[in-house]
């Protein structure tokens, strides 16, 4: 293990709390902002490189890393920062733009966002005889970027903001040829479709267009047998196995989001997901899956995120229930 997810895990953690119901005042969300708030990064890190003129102002992976604060991070926090009520709310907004002025600055001039840098992309360092891993450079993905366009729906942006508009011309760009896109930091196309169908329908992205629809039936095609979705890490590495392997409780839990966020809510598929969801619940009240559903380096190193089977089927019932309710 490379390292932990604390920030990563108490963003998604409170965010599928607040979808659930709970009080955004509530004491256990109002500790967690609190903290999140405490773990700012304020000051210039590596992204200064290309990036020379930006606020510093994100918000990093683990407990502890002011040199490469990341953009789905930052998004995933500012998401959850807009909906908690704080004792101090001023420090929030305060504190809140000043990410958001970071994040922003780091869009890529091809449209979408990277990770940790912008326009990190030059293809000759992966074939020098160390980068073995393949993985020297940090590209825009359709992932983050579907995460970022998520939040900047969130935020009340409109699709004619110039950065919408590059960001969404960036992701329907990204789509791969059966529908479905490709997932840089989770595996694998479950993943990265689920992002990208949610910013664009959080953003106002017309969810009826056929673009769209050939995602849902890539989804719809890639169900199990058992009703729930899974995916082998070998995806990357052998495309053809893109959307195939046992299915476990977060990867269906991203199927049935980005399926509702594609309008099918009501539809057999997204209810046998569910279904899944509920018989695979354990008495404890939370999931198990002994696969890894995270990806580090892709075809080379995934990283098991413990708290996904926890927090992710949460998130999808509770959008389930919402959209049935709207």
Not at 101 to 112: A, P
Not at 293 to 319: C, E, N, R, V, W
């Amino acid at each position: 293990q490379a390292c932990v997810s604390p920030l990563w895990d108490t963003a998604i953690a409170s965010n599928a709390l607040c979808d659930s119901g709970l009080s955004t005042d509530h004491p256990a969300l109002v500790k967690a902002a609190e903290w999140v708030l405490r773990k700012q990064v304020v000051k210039k890190g590596d992204w200064a490189v290309k990036n020379p003129h930006a606020t510093p102002g994100g918000w990093a992976f683990e407990f502890y890393n002011e040199l490469y604060p990341d953009c789905d991070d930052t998004a995933e926090m500012l998401m959850f920062l807009n909906r908690v009520k704080l004792p101090d709310q001023n420090r929030k907004l305060h504190e809140s733009e000043r990410a958001m002025s970071w994040l922003l600055s780091m869009q890529c001039r091809v449209g979408g966002w990277a990770a940790f840098d912008v326009d990190n992309e030059q293809d000759l360092f992966n074939l020098v005889p160390f980068a073995d891993h393949g993985a020297m450079l940090d590209p825009a993905t359709a992932d983050v970027s579907g995460r970022v366009l998520w939040l900047l729906g969130r935020l009340g942006f409109k699709k004619n903001h110039p950065q919408v508009q590059r960001v969404i011309a960036f992701i329907k760009q990204k789509q791969e040829s059966d529908g479905s896109w490709w997932g840089r930091w989770g595996v694998n196309y479950i993943y990265g479709t689920w992002l990208a169908l949610t910013g664009l329908c959080s953003i106002g992205e017309d969810m009826n267009q056929p673009y769209v629809s050939r995602a849902i039936k890539w989804y719809n095609d890639h169900q199990n047998e058992d009703g729930g979705w899974g995916e082998t890490c070998e995806s990357y590495e052998n495309p053809s196995l893109a959307g195939t392997g046992n299915s476990t409780a977060s990867q269906t839990a991203w199927a049935v989001m980005g399926m509702i966020a594609g309008g099918e809510a009501k539809s057999s598929a997204v209810k046998r997901g569910i279904e899944f969801l509920l018989n695979r619940q354990e008495d404890c009240g939370s999931w198990y899956e002994d696969e890894f559903t995270g990806t580090g380096f892709p075809a080379h190193f995934f990283i098991k995120y413990h708290m996904y089977q926890h927090f992710f089927p949460l998130m999808a019932l509770s959008h389930y229930r919402l959209a049935l309710r709207s």
